[in-house]
């Protein structure tokens, strides 16, 4: 591309500079938001599995935790592979394989059908979420300042929001309801990859994408001490993320006495709209500051949370949701934001690897080990458990935060 544009003429130059910013940002965040709204899209039909075809709870946590473990995989091999091929093609084919997983989701009635198209997923969404993010990275305006970590951060709770909503709604008043969601989410997908291929590239295509595949973990020496706090947000949120994935289906059915799959779309909503809406919140202080913040709302959510499956009451859950939400939003926005700062179009995809890593390990592990419990403890008793998780996450958040070192002086709290 670059030896491209070295003949081009002064105004096409120009010209693609000023359109970068514009399309490549729209076409990134779309497609981040049309990737996530397809992992989304399967929530409100686990219900539906369950009843149809006798998935158990332990069932539907399996494509779960493959869904997470595939993305884990993907991301250790493939992370930094957008810094040398270019992000358009890493995120086209990522993109390409959450189709295939819709496609192999149109027929389920078998654990087997919903693992394989889970793991698809997975993987498009490893592929595909560290060089959209980076891309989404690379092209964001400049001001407002905290626009880029917000986007990159957030989008994926908006389209794993939207995708839930919007199938939640087709499972219960439109045709088709167990193929409907995946034609239009798969539609979605090539719509926002058309957009791609129109969009400019934004890296130069540089030797060493053979070597990039040996799985590799690193950020920027400048904001690894930042780590170890980023890791303990990322776990305990992600993890809340992928219990309202596998456990609260069950939970609004049975313990909150409703079986709408619109109802269940609204409520796993409930978590991730706010956390989009929260992030912005956090752009107003300073990253350790937003950190500590966006824990306690997340602490005390989770409280509300098991204070009302305790009592069967959708109101508390549905309001204590949106508190965990809108903290959750605030700090993963504000530790994005930390380790992007000072970061190069080189650092981005290795960071954006390093941060859905541990976004997935939070999302694998408590899912692996609550999945496994859960066929001799109560899903109330599980809730206590990723209660604790997020109190050991906030206490520590609380405690160790920092903010990016802005001088060669090692950083301070």
């Not at 609260?248 to 059915?253: H, K, Q, S, T």
């Not at 605030?330 to 960071?351: E, K």
């Not at 001799?376 to 809730?383: E, G, L, Q, R």
């Amino acid at each position: 591309m670059l030896g491209s544009m070295r003949h081009t003429t002064p105004a096409t130059t120009s010209d693609r500079r000023h359109r970068t910013p514009r399309l490549a940002f729209v076409s990134a965040v779309l497609a981040l938001i049309a990737a996530f709204a397809a992992v989304g899209s399967t929530v409100p039909l686990f219900n539906v599995y369950r009843a149809e075809d006798g998935f158990t709870n332990a069932g539907i946590a399996l494509p779960v935790v493959v869904y997470s473990l595939a993305t884990i995989g993907t991301l250790l091999i493939m992370g930094r592979l957008s810094g040398h091929v270019g992000r358009r093609p890493t995120a086209l084919a990522g993109l390409g394989l959450l189709v295939l997983g819709c496609l192999v989701l149109l027929n389920v009635h078998h654990i087997g059908v919903l693992v394989a198209g889970r793991l698809l997923m997975g993987l498009g969404a490893g592929l595909g979420s560290a060089s959209l993010t980076a891309y989404v990275v690379d092209a964001a305006p400049p001001r407002p300042a905290w626009l880029a970590s917000v986007a990159s951060s957030q989008t994926v709770m908006f389209g794993l929001a939207l995708g839930a909503v919007a199938s939640g709604a087709l499972v219960q008043f439109g045709p088709w309801p167990r193929q409907l969601v995946y034609l239009a989410a798969a539609g979605l997908l090539l719509l926002s990859a058309g957009l791609i291929v129109l969009s400019p590239e934004t890296v130069t295509r540089t030797p060493g994408a053979l070597r990039s595949l040996r799985p590799t973990v690193r950020v920027p020496a400048r904001v690894r001490p930042l780590v170890p706090v980023v890791a303990a947000v990322l776990l305990a949120t992600w993890a809340t993320g992928a219990f309202y994935q596998a456990f609260v289906p069950a939970l609004v059915e049975e313990q909150l006495r409703t079986g709408s799959p619109l109802v269940l779309g609204l409520v796993f909503a409930a978590y991730m709209v706010p956390s989009a809406l929260g992030a912005p919140l956090g752009g107003r202080f300073a990253p350790a500051a937003a950190q500590r913040v966006g824990m306690t709302a997340f602490l005390a959510g989770w409280a509300g949370v098991v204070t009302a499956i305790g009592t069967g009451a959708l109101p508390l859950f549905v309001a204590a949701t949106i508190v965990a939400g809108a903290g959750q939003g605030i700090a993963i926005s504000a530790a994005t934001r930390g380790l992007l700062y000072g970061s190069t179009v080189a650092d981005r995809a290795p960071i954006f690897a390093v941060i859905y890593l541990l976004s997935y390990s939070g999302a694998t592990v408590p899912g692996l080990i609550s999945g496994e419990l859960s066929t001799i403890v109560s899903t109330p008793h599980i809730a206590v458990g990723y209660l604790a998780l997020a109190l050991v996450a906030t206490l520590f958040t609380v405690v160790a935060a920092r903010n990016p070192n802005t001088d060669p002086a090692p950083p301070t709290r």
